[in-house]
């Protein structure tokens, strides 16, 4: 299949792209309200995204889901800035109406990303035709969404379109399906992981690491109650916008650049961190709770001896997690770390030197696995021992 000259293809991704970013930049400028721009400030990654993906890997299927995504979100959040700035309009409550659509069209991409990530294809008679009834509910979803008898969701008119009420019952039900085609897709997920290749698998552990931070930090943040002030407001905000970038860039290196990095280390040295801030904040909370009921009238020494405790604390949990966290997460790494210690021991028992040069080849040739390997040793160390082949000042 042609997709037709590299220049023209790159100018086209990225038009459509500015104007999508155009858009939800509009929304971040002139927001119908604080919400609204946060939201449209955590979906500007997912054009670029897609945009980047498909210039560098043309026809690529994740690049053109996460298109689908970015035009979902660009549609959805330059109609409500459209229909709310001109309310008064006849107009704005049918495009209100229509613009509904867009919805479960943005969730069935993402969703969708489960079942093609990072093959473009669906493997296994079980998860196509999981996929395929997952899309027809998505489909009526989006008829029944521009007839649903219930208040338009944004201004909360009343539907023009409105049909009879056994439609806002199908609606609700259908939203309630979703949830089995997400559980299905991550397990199809799961079980490419486990049949795939290391490079598949590579790309997937990039997929689930920005999955796993956009659904981390959504979860902390509902914890946080609507009405609390600052700085607990601008945080939550922050966390939304880290969450969603973090998944389509991590896409984008999943698809482009996934040899690049180490992923593994990225993942345990998140993990770690994750798990010291929250065992730490559970100490200090837990210090200052006790200390304040047994001197009630030492609200300041509570705190000294609170913030004293965590700051000991900090450092020997860190590591102490940090090998926990690399035994299941980053395995070399963690072997690395058994070998060098191994080594340390046995440099410290006296050895001939030719055994000496023995063991630093062996834990050379462990640790970094190299093509060839040789120890040069002066005549004052080597004594009469021949040189291996491949041993030399060259080696």
């Given at each position: 299949?042609s997709?037709?000259?590299p220049a023209a293809?790159?100018?086209?991704h990225?038009?459509w792209?500015?104007i999508?970013v155009a858009a939800?930049v509009?929304?971040?400028?002139?927001?119908?309200?604080t919400?609204?721009a946060?939201?449209?400030?955590?979906?500007?990654?997912y054009?670029?995204a897609?945009?980047?993906?498909?210039?560098?890997?043309?026809?690529?299927?994740?690049g053109?889901v996460?298109?689908?995504?970015?035009?979902?979100?660009?549609?959805?959040?330059v109609?409500?800035?459209?229909f709310?700035t001109w309310?008064?309009?006849?107009?704005?409550v049918y495009?209100?109406?229509i613009?509904g659509?867009?919805?479960?069209?943005?969730f069935?991409a993402v969703?969708?990303l489960?079942?093609i990530?990072p093959?473009?294809?669906?493997?296994g008679r079980f998860f196509r035709s999981a996929?395929i009834?997952f899309?027809?509910v998505v489909?009526?979803?989006?008829?029944?969404?521009?007839?649903?008898?219930?208040?338009l969701p944004?201004?909360?008119?009343d539907?023009?379109?409105?049909?009879?009420a056994?439609?806002s019952?199908l609606?609700?039900?259908?939203?309630?399906?979703l949830?089995?085609?997400l559980l299905?897709?991550?397990w199809?997920?799961?079980s490419r992981?486990?049949a795939?290749?290391?490079?598949?698998r590579?790309?997937l552990?990039?997929?689930?690491?920005?999955l796993?931070a956009?659904t981390?930090l959504?979860?902390?943040i509902?914890?946080i109650?609507?009405?609390?002030?600052?700085?607990?407001?601008?945080?939550s905000?922050v966390a939304?916008?880290?969450?969603f970038?973090s998944?389509?860039?991590?896409?984008?290196?999943a698809i482009?650049r996934?040899?690049?990095?180490d992923?593994?280390?990225l993942?345990?040295?998140?993990i770690?961190?994750a798990l010291?801030?929250?065992?730490?904040?559970?100490?200090y909370?837990?210090?200052v709770?006790?200390?304040?009921?047994l001197?009630?009238?030492?609200?300041?020494?509570?705190?000294a001896?609170?913030?004293l405790?965590?700051?000991?604390?900090?450092n020997?949990?860190r590591?102490r997690?940090?090998?926990?966290v690399?035994r299941r997460f980053?395995?070399?790494a963690y072997?690395?770390e058994?070998?060098?210690e191994e080594?340390?021991?046995?440099?410290?028992e006296?050895r001939p030197?030719?055994q000496?040069?023995?063991?630093?080849?062996t834990?050379?040739e462990?640790?970094?696995?190299p093509s060839?390997v040789?120890v040069w040793?002066t005549?004052g160390?080597a004594?009469?021992?021949?040189?291996?082949?491949?041993?030399g000042?060259g080696?």
């Amino acid at each position: 299949m042609s997709h037709g000259t590299p220049a023209a293809w790159s100018v086209w991704h990225y038009s459509w792209a500015t104007i999508v970013v155009a858009a939800l930049v509009l929304n971040v400028l002139w927001p119908i309200s604080t919400g609204y721009a946060v939201w449209a400030l955590s979906m500007i990654a997912y054009p670029l995204a897609a945009a980047v993906i498909l210039v560098n890997r043309p026809g690529n299927r994740v690049g053109r889901v996460l298109a689908v995504v970015a035009v979902a979100a660009g549609v959805i959040f330059v109609g409500s800035w459209v229909f709310t700035t001109w309310t008064t309009r006849t107009w704005s409550v049918y495009l209100e109406a229509i613009t509904g659509m867009a919805v479960p069209v943005l969730f069935w991409a993402v969703l969708t990303l489960l079942y093609i990530f990072p093959t473009g294809t669906i493997t296994g008679r079980f998860f196509r035709s999981a996929f395929i009834g997952f899309s027809l509910v998505v489909a009526a979803l989006d008829v029944l969404a521009v007839f649903n008898p219930e208040p338009l969701p944004v201004t909360g008119r009343d539907n023009p379109l409105a049909g009879p009420a056994w439609i806002s019952l199908l609606y609700d039900t259908g939203i309630v399906v979703l949830l089995p085609g997400l559980l299905i897709g991550c397990w199809a997920a799961v079980s490419r992981y486990r049949a795939s290749g290391f490079e598949v698998r590579l790309q997937l552990r990039w997929f689930m690491f920005g999955l796993v931070a956009v659904t981390c930090l959504i979860a902390v943040i509902t914890f946080i109650p609507q009405t609390v002030s600052s700085p607990w407001e601008e945080i939550s905000n922050v966390a939304v916008v880290v969450g969603f970038w973090s998944f389509p860039v991590a896409i984008v290196i999943a698809i482009t650049r996934y040899h690049l990095y180490d992923i593994d280390r990225l993942v345990s040295r998140t993990i770690t961190y994750a798990l010291v801030v929250a065992l730490l904040m559970a100490t200090y909370l837990g210090l200052v709770t006790l200390i304040t009921w047994l001197l009630p009238a030492q609200d300041s020494v509570a705190v000294a001896a609170s913030t004293l405790s965590v700051a000991a604390l900090f450092n020997p949990l860190r590591k102490r997690l940090q090998s926990v966290v690399n035994r299941r997460f980053n395995r070399f790494a963690y072997h690395a770390e058994m070998v060098s210690e191994e080594l340390a021991r046995k440099l410290r028992e006296p050895r001939p030197s030719d055994q000496l040069a023995d063991l630093w080849r062996t834990t050379v040739e462990d640790v970094l696995q190299p093509s060839r390997v040789g120890v040069w040793l002066t005549d004052g160390l080597a004594g009469d021992r021949k040189p291996r082949p491949g041993e030399g000042p060259g080696s």
